[in-house]
């Protein structure tokens, strides 16, 4: 099983935002990730993926883009 916690690391020591139903001591394995590798590429896609947030600021009002993002963004301009 796998859980999502979000955490602070400060004086050398990760403290979850958030009470975590976990026994004293129990060990965890901590994965940070990155934006970018070493060599400069998106594994994560998360710096492709922030360059969509909003890009459709002007979009008609009732237009489905959520049910037809495919449609939408093979062709922002379709109708």
């Known amino acids: 099983m796998v859980t999502?916690?979000?955490a602070v690391f400060e004086d050398g020591v990760?403290?979850?935002k958030e009470p975590v139903?976990?026994?004293e001591r129990t060990e965890?394995?901590?994965w940070i990730p990155k934006e970018t590798a070493?060599?400069?590429s998106d594994p994560t896609g998360w710096i492709a993926a922030k360059g969509f947030i909003g890009?459709?600021?002007d979009a008609p009002e009732g237009v489905p883009l959520a049910e037809e993002h495919d449609?939408?963004?093979r062709?922002?301009?379709a109708k």
Do not use: H
């Open 21 to 23: 139903k976990l026994e």
């Open 55 to 57: 890009f459709i600021k």
């Open 14 to 16: 990760f403290k979850p």
């Open 71 to 73: 449609r939408y963004l």
């Open 38 to 40: 070493e060599d400069g």
């Open 4 to 6: 999502a916690v979000k």
């Open 28 to 30: 965890v394995e901590v």
């Open 75 to 77: 062709n922002p301009l």
